[in-house]
């Protein structure tokens, strides 16, 4: 012990030395203080930077897409996102999402004021589709020219299933891939004009996918539950599931409904039953999406998710 006090003694004669050539005592190093003897305000380095020189997202978009798409975009959570007359809901994470439709054309401008480099605007072509006639005889009568009756309560239940596309939802559903809801041939394409039984009729709103009576279907993404009725005249069984901002899938002709509105659905969770219910030929699934009142190609959205 005698030892490691004889070679420390020299060291600390050193370090006075060395502090009283620079004007500084040791209790001044102890304890710093102003001018005044108050202590130090904090150092300015401890403030966050500049909202100039932050880190921060860029906008992504594709520079292409079909009629009939889905877009999915990217920004910085902190900058708003325009399409058309829509200000789009950006999510915390970043993502926004809005289509365009079967006769859409381009090229389309999405204008995002990014927190730094302010507002941009985006430039997304339009890649025009070929869109076949497709014949179907067969379909009873009644629903391809009803009574007038009849064609009043089609309006009504269209309406009601219309007002739950409004819906903008703080969720994120959308973002994930897409899957079939079931397995089977596609027997009717989205946008393809159908003419019933000899009589012209609005572009097909779906994909047509035929499989047997009672199969069960799959929510192809999690959502919930906006509207579920057994018995509409033309759809009939049919159930509208939301993904979020905007974005839903509407199933037709299902022969059992084991679902209520407000339920939530989560990925891959069967929800009802194939069937040939309202105007129908044979038992298949229709599936539609939508984007508010925009439709989509469900065969794309699930392209994209490859």
């Excluded at 058309?84 to 915390?92: A, F, I, M, N, T």
């Excluded at 004021?113 to 067969?138: F, M, S």
């Excluded at 409904?257 to 069967?270: A, F, N, P, S, W």
Aim: a positive charge; glycine letters at 10%.
């Amino acid at each position: 012990m005698k030892r490691a006090t004889t070679t420390l003694a020299p060291l600390a004669a050193v370090l006075a030395l060395t502090l009283a050539a620079c004007g500084t005592t040791s209790a001044q190093m102890k304890k710093p203080s102003t001018s005044n003897g108050t202590a130090p305000a904090t150092q300015a380095a401890s403030a966050p930077p500049p909202a100039s020189i932050l880190p921060y997202r860029q906008t992504g978009l594709p520079t292409a897409v079909q009629q009939g798409s889905m877009i999915v975009g990217t920004t910085d959570p902190g900058a708003s996102v325009q399409y058309g007359d829509r200000h789009l809901r950006v999510s915390p994470n970043g993502r926004f999402v809005f289509a365009i439709g079967r006769d859409a054309t381009g090229p389309v401008t999405v204008t995002v004021n990014e927190p730094v480099a302010g507002k941009k605007r985006y430039t997304v072509n339009i890649l025009p589709r070929d869109w076949p006639i497709e014949t179907i005889n067969g379909v009873p009568p009644n629903t391809v020219n009803p009574p007038p009756e009849i064609a009043a309560r089609i309006a009504r239940e269209q309406s009601s299933v219309a007002e739950v596309r409004t819906r903008d939802d703080a969720r994120e559903d959308f973002a994930q891939p897409f899957i079939w809801p079931v397995q089977g041939r596609i027997s009717g394409r989205f946008g393809n004009q159908r003419v019933y039984n000899g009589t012209p009729k609005s572009p097909h709103s779906g994909m047509d996918i035929a499989a047997a009576n009672g199969t069960p279907i799959k929510a192809p993404a999690a959502g919930i539950v906006t509207f579920a009725s057994p018995s509409l005249y033309l759809t009939g069984g049919t159930v509208v599931i939301d993904h979020g901002a905007g974005v839903s899938s509407n199933f037709l002709h299902l022969s059992r409904i084991d679902v209520k509105v407000g339920d939530r659905v989560e990925q891959g969770q069967v929800f009802g039953a194939v069937g040939a219910t309202g105007r129908a030929t044979g038992p298949h699934l229709h599936w539609g999406m939508n984007w508010f009142d925009v439709r989509m190609d469900p065969l794309l959205v699930l392209e994209s998710a490859k």
